[in-house]
């Protein structure tokens, strides 16, 4: 199947910093990315849906200027947690979709984000 | 609104044992039914899909049947094995928009030898 990495896999930060977290399709293209955040022992919850060249959709209860999302190519979207303070901590995953593979999500491993 | 409801866990079975996870679900529309698993330190994975009702969903021995009438979509095996420890994830994505994934709450599951 198609393969979706993320960058980085783990990442630790101080309180009210920036975190960027990558998201790659690596063989294939996809115009919609989606965001989603897993706590721990607990379901995927998505936080957006991201497509190429426009801005992300957000679910709701999601703030979009601290999770600033950008979609500028159809291999790559990235995840920024502005300002992140520790109830941010949570375990990030992406999943790319394949118009081609029947619109079939691929996910990433994952990004573990600690905001002490 | 739409939601997918799936067994508690952990569950903790013996190789060989017969397998079998719950799940149910919600949905406004006519939705298509996925069981993802994740390994440990994996990314998610698709392990099958049913789009209509009745249709059976198989792969690596797993199966999994779309019951309209129960909104029911479990997930079985015959004869699990160590390697099949893991989590599993039963979702739903409706055809209309982005095509969203809701997800259940995931069942971790372990295989003893």
Redesign the interface.
Known sequence: GAVVSQHPSWVICKSGTSVKIECRSLDFQATTMFWYRQFPKQSLMLMATSNEGSKATYEQGVEKDKFLINHASLTLSTLTVTSAHPEDSSFYICSARDYLAYNEQFFGPGTRLTVL | GNSVTQMEGPVTLSEEAFLTINCTYTATGYPSLFW?VQYP??????LLKATKADDKGSNKGFEATYRKETTSFHLEKGSVQVSDSAVY?CALSLLQG?????????TRLTINP
Request: proline letters at 0%; zero cysteines; a neutral charge.
């Open positions: 993802y330190g994996e990314g998610l994975q698709l994830f982005a095509q969203k994934l809701v997800f259940g709450q995931g």
